[in-house]
C-alpha cells in the first residue's frame, strides 16, 4: 500500500485509509483490505462520479472524516465528497470545482475551494476542513454544516503567525505545504491544528472560537508537526518529527502525559514496546482506534501502525514495506515498485 493523510475509524472499528490521493481503502475489523473510495484516477473536471459508486469515482484525497451513523467525508481536489454510508454512492457536498476562495455564508456547493487537505467532524454531520492554497500558500479552516452552509472558523488566509488570545478567524498560521499541518476536534468540540511553520498546535476554543497556542512550540526552526488527533476522555496526540522523533499525549490543560517512541528516525518490528521503537521517518497521520490506541500512517515504509497502549507493543495494521515481494524467485511473481 501507499498510505498518505490522515486515517478515520467508524464506530463499527472500520479503518478508512487515504491511498496514494487517489483512493481510499477500508481496511474491516477481521484486518481484510477493501476499495472503498476513487477508481485511481484524478480529475480537474465535473465530471468527478457523482451520484455512483465511491468505488468509480475520480478522487485526490487526503484526508478522511466519518460520522456517527458511518457516513464518510473525504477531502478531493477544490470539493468536499461525501459517501453514503448504505450504498456506497458518492456525491459532492462543497466546492464547484473552481479553485479559489468564495462562498462563505452561503451553499457550500457554489462556493470555490482552494486545496482541501485535513478534515475532522463534530459526528452528527458538521465538517471542518484545512483550505489551503499551495501557490500563494494561503490556509483558513472552514465548516459545513448540516444545512449545507459553508463558512470560515479559522485564518485570514495568508500565511503568518498572529491571533493568539483572539477570534480565530482574525489569525495566521503557516501550514509550509498541503501535505503538512493537521485538524482534530475533541468531544467537548474545540478544534486542534498543527501550526506545522511555527512549530506548535493551536487550540479553538468550541464555545469562544478564541485561538490559543496550546502546545509548543518545540524548536527553532519547527519541522515534522504532521499528525494530531484527539480520544474520547480530551487527551490530545501530537507527532513532532525533528529533532523529538516522539509522539506526545497531551491531557487537556496541556501537560505531558507521556511520550512514545525511543526519539529516533528509522523501523522496529512488530513486537517491539512501544516506548523502545523506532517509530518512522515520516508520518503522515494520526488517528486513535475506538479501544484508544494510537494509529499512524508510515509514509517511508508504506504501513499502517498502531501503538497498543494495552499490550504495549507496536503492531502493523496494513502494509509490509519494507519488505520484498518475489526476491530470488519468478520475475512474473515479483512486487515492484518503480
Known amino acids: ?31 481484510v483490505l477493501e476499495p472503498f473510495a476513487g477508481n485511481g484516477s484524478f480529475s480537474h473536471s465535473g465530471n468527478v462520479g457523482d451520484g455512483g459508486l465511491a468505488s468509480e469515482a475520480a478522487l485526490g484525497s487526503r484526508g478522511v472524516a466519518v460520522d456517527a451513523d458511518g457516513t464518510v467525508y473525504l477531502t478531493d481536489y477544490c470539493r468536499i465528497r461525501r459517501v453514503d454510508a448504505h450504498t456506497g454512492i458518492i456525491t459532492t457536498i462543497a466546492g464547484d470545482g473552481t479553485p479559489g476562495f468564495s462562498g462563505d455564508g452561503a451553499p457550500a456547493l457554489e462556493a470555490h475551494l482552494n486545496g482541501p487537505t485535513h478534515i475532522t467532524g463534530d459526528g452528527q454531520g458538521t465538517i471542518f476542513f484545512i ?50 499541518g493537521s485538524l482534530t476536534r475533541d468531544p467537548q468540540g474545540n478544534l486542534y491544528i498543527l501550526d506545522e511553520g511555527n512549530g506548535r498546535v493551536r487550540k479553538i476554543d468550541g464555545t469562544t472560537r478564541i485561538i490559543t497556542t496550546f502546545f509548543g512550540p518545540l524548536n527553532s526552526p519547527p519541522a515534522g508537526l504532521t499528525g494530531v488527533a484527539a480520544d474520547a476522555k480530551g487527551n490530545i496526540y501530537v507527532w513532532a518529527g525533528a529533532p523529538a522523533w516522539l509522539i506526545f499525549a497531551i491531557s487537556p490543560n496541556g501537560q505531558v502525559l507521556a511520550k512514545y517512541g525511543n526519539g529516533k528516525a528509522g523501523f522496529s518490528e512488530d513486537g517491539t514496546p512501544v516506548t523502545d521503537a523506532y517509530l518512522t521517518n515520516w508520518l503522515g497521520g494520526l488517528t486513535i482506534d475506538p479501544s484508544g490506541n494510537i494509529v499512524y500512517v508510515d509514509v517511508d515504509l508504506s504501513r499502517v501502525r498502531r501503538l497498543n497502549l494495552t499490550s504495549g507493543k507496536l503492531e502493523t495494521l496494513a502494509g509490509m514495506g519494507p519488505r520484498i515481494i518475489g526476491e530470488n524467485g519468478p520475475a512474473v511473481a515479483t512486487g515492484l515498485a518503480a
Open 131 to 180: 483550505d489551503f492554497d499551495g501557490v500563494s500558500g494561503t490556509a483558513r479552516i472552514r465548516k459545513i454544516t448540516p444545512d449545507g452552509l459553508i463558512s470560515t472558523v479559522a485564518g485570514t488566509g495568508p500565511p503568518g503567525f498572529s491571533g493568539d488570545g483572539g477570534p480565530a478567524t482574525q489569525a495566521q498560521f503557516n501550514l509550509i505545504f498541503a501535505d503538512k
Open 1 to 31: 500500500i501507499n498510505p498518505q493523510g490522515n486515517p478515520a475509524f467508524d464506530r463499527s472499528g472500520n479503518l478508512y485509509i487515504p491511498q496514494g490521493f487517489n483512493r481510499v481503502f477500508r481496511v474491516r475489523p477481521d484486518g
